[in-house]
């Protein structure tokens, strides 16, 4: 990151375009919670994330957005909507879907948007990234994750590991606890 | 302005092939069928072996009523068959068919491949759901499932091959590609090729929309043209797996003699096939033997292929 800051007067195709994809990604995930069909929430969702994975392309970490699509709109988002239509899904507004939580839940969530945005405009307020195509792509994140950040990495996949496992233990009825 | 038209040409190549391979296949797929069977197959239309067949059915599908049921979600059931269509189309922009000949080439083509063709299924998910129709909802939910369990198949034996060849571009794939690949990458191959049968719903693993049981499932209350982008993402799908295929464990553009792009249309057609053969010669597999043989056959053997590539590369050095 270098200190030259350009001007925000004159925004680049590339800012617009990343503006426009923050834009949709607030506004679909404003529908996810505020839509009355809980199928549309879901698909809301979908929207929401593919704007997310745009915003990462823009920022050039191209093999990050693939992933995003992959795993989010590819796996969970189905996972999601399997579980729904397992159990309940019907076509129309529903008049259940309020929980008596949304206030206290709305103050959380603003909360925690506002420390997070207080937090990122603190640190970075005059750093400047170039966008230099490459930098993101899949042989520049490996060296890096392999490199520099294995502690992390692996004590990820220690935690994944034991979800796994608490997963296969719950799911199975012949294993009992020891209560 | 050379790029501009250098990018238009390529588009307008892809979308070329867009639309006239699948109908080819499908073609393929009727003649084959029937020979398989001891019959003819569609004999007038068009006149030489009812080549026309396919284009009397679009045009006969456009002139239908397009029927949306009452008890239907309107734009999630509108919206379906292009989420269902347009990710093929979007996927074959980066499958390389010659050296140079490609779309685009990116980086993390394989993962753009993969993450773009999952998105496929959401469209027969949407159907199913908005349909307000009991079958169809079964079926969105098969889909769903099925779409879930054979995703990491299909992912691990990708990845075996992006680790033999050290990159995940689809050229870069085709160009590291040696013979002895063949032998080698064989388990991963089939694993591939069996496990994006079942993502796009194909038979034998067509439980989503078993047209005895649950009457094409999600497609059930679709009419006219709606059901037509379905039929033509069905065989759109089956063009792109057999493209991928070719590209990742046939060495695409590869061969001797001929030019590389006969090649790939060669291994492209061998492939689509099969495709064909095996829906003719299996029996339709039951919802609990395709999620057996997902979670306790074809997930085991991708490890092993995955554990045998990195084991012969490490060794090879």
């Keep these: 990151m270098t200190e030259l800051v350009p001007s925000y007067a004159s925004p680049t195709g590339q800012e617009i375009v990343f503006l426009l994809l923050g834009v949709m990604a607030v506004g679909s995930a404003l529908l996810v919670v505020t839509t009355r069909q809980l199928v549309h929430a879901a698909l809301w969702l979908v929207v929401c994330l593919g704007a997310l994975a745009g915003c990462y392309l823009v920022l050039t970490a191209e093999f990050v957005a693939w992933v995003q699509v992959l795993i989010y709109v590819g796996a969970v988002v189905v996972l999601l909507l399997f579980g729904i239509m397992l159990t309940r899904a019907p076509i129309g507004r529903a008049a259940d879907l309020d929980s008596g939580n949304r206030v206290v839940a709305a103050v959380v969530a603003i909360a925690t948007a506002v420390v997070l945005v207080t937090v990122v405009v603190d640190g970075f307020r005059t750093a400047y990234a170039p966008l230099d195509p490459g930098a993101g792509s899949a042989k520049e994140i490996g060296a890096t994750i392999f490199r520099n950040w294995v502690l992390p990495f692996e004590a990820l996949s220690i935690l994944l590991l034991a979800a796994l496992i608490g997963a296969i233990v719950i799911s199975r009825t012949d294993i009992r606890g020891r209560g | ?317």
């Design chain 2, 1 to 317: 302005m050379p790029e501009v038209l250098d990018a238009a040409v390529r588009l307008l190549a892809i979308l070329a092939v867009f639309l006239v391979l699948p109908l080819v296949a499908g073609q393929m797929e009727h003649k084959a069928m029937a020979h398989m069977q001891a019959r003819l197959g569609p004999m007038y239309a068009g006149g030489f072996h009812g080549w026309a067949q396919l284009i009397a059915d679009g045009v006969k599908f456009m002139q239908k009523e397009d029927v949306i049921p009452a008890a239907a979600d309107r734009r999630v059931f509108g919206l379906a068959p292009a989420v269902a269509l347009v990710p093929y189309l979007v996927v074959m922009v980066v499958i390389p068919v010659g050296p140079g000949l490609v779309g685009v080439d990116l980086d993390a083509g394989l993962f753009f491949v993969l993450a773009v063709m999952g998105i496929g299924v959401l469209g027969s998910i949407m159907a199913g759901w908005s349909s307000g129709n009991k079958y169809s909802l079964m079926g969105g939910m098969r889909s769903a499932a099925q779409l879930m369990s054979y995703e990491l198949p299909l992912v691990l034996a990708a990845s075996s091959v992006a680790m033999a060849a050290g990159t995940l571009s689809l050229p870069g794939i085709v160009e590291a590609w040696q013979w002895w690949w063949l032998p080698w990458q064989a388990i991963g191959g089939v694993v591939f090729f069996t496990a994006g049968l079942a993502e796009l719903r194909r038979p034998p693993f067509d439980m989503p929309i078993a047209e005895s049981e649950i009457i094409m499932g999600p497609m059930t209350e679709y009419t006219g043209i709606r059901f037509a982008l379905f039929m033509l993402a069905e065989y759109a799908g089956i063009i792109v797996l057999s493209a991928l295929t070719g590209v990742l464990f046939l060495g695409g553009w590869h061969g001797p003699l001929l030019p590389g792009p006969v090649w790939m249309l060669i291994k492209v057609f061998a492939l689509v096939f099969v495709v064909i053969w095996v829906r003719v010669s299996y029996p339709r597999l039951r919802e609990d033997q395709l999620q057996k043989l997902a979670w306790a056959g074809l997930v085991p053997l991708a490890l092993v292929q995955l554990a045998l590539t990195g084991v012969v590369k490490v060794l090879t050095g």
